[in-house]
């Protein structure tokens, strides 16, 4: 977890839009690969590589099925996963309702250390 609560596993824009589509499914749902890949727009190399950064965290499984042509790769969010996604988009939100609260006097508003006083100043939930 990075200083400003944002889960950097998650962070990288690949791997949020594959977080968000698998959390959009319900609890159990899955996609198999070849669905996620078109709705993602990633070749099957690097979303191959996003899926084993997101599995390496527990935030997704793979499962593959049959063999040869048959074969197919199903993708799941899991629970763990989920509540990844979850405190993510709380830190999310809290940065950017930090950021359009008034400003101190003490840190210009544009700066990391602005950001970094508002964030230190703010009750955790």
């Known amino acids: 977890m990075s200083e400003d609560g944002l889960d ?3 962070h990288a ?3 949020l839009r594959i977080a968000v589509t698998l959390a959009a499914l319900r609890d159990g749902d899955n ?9 993602i727009g990633l070749t099957p190399g690097n979303l191959i590589t996003h899926l084993r950064k997101l599995e390496d965290a527990g935030y997704v499984t793979t499962a593959k099925n049959g063999s040869g ?4 790769t199903s993708v799941a969010l899991t629970v763990g996963g ?7 988009t709380t830190a999310l939100r809290q940065l950017l309702d930090l950021a ?3 400003q101190t006097r003490d840190a210009q508003p544009d700066t990391p250390a602005g ?6 100043d703010t ?3």
């Open 8 to 10: 950097p596993v998650i």
């Open 13 to 15: 824009p690949a791997r």
């Open 31 to 39: 996609l198999s690969f070849t669905k996620l890949q078109d709705l």
């Open 69 to 72: 042509v048959t074969a197919r």
């Open 82 to 88: 989920r509540a990844a996604l979850e405190r993510y």
């Open 100 to 102: 359009s609260q008034p």
């Open 115 to 120: 950001v970094q006083n508002r964030l230190r």
């Open 123 to 125: 009750p955790q939930k």
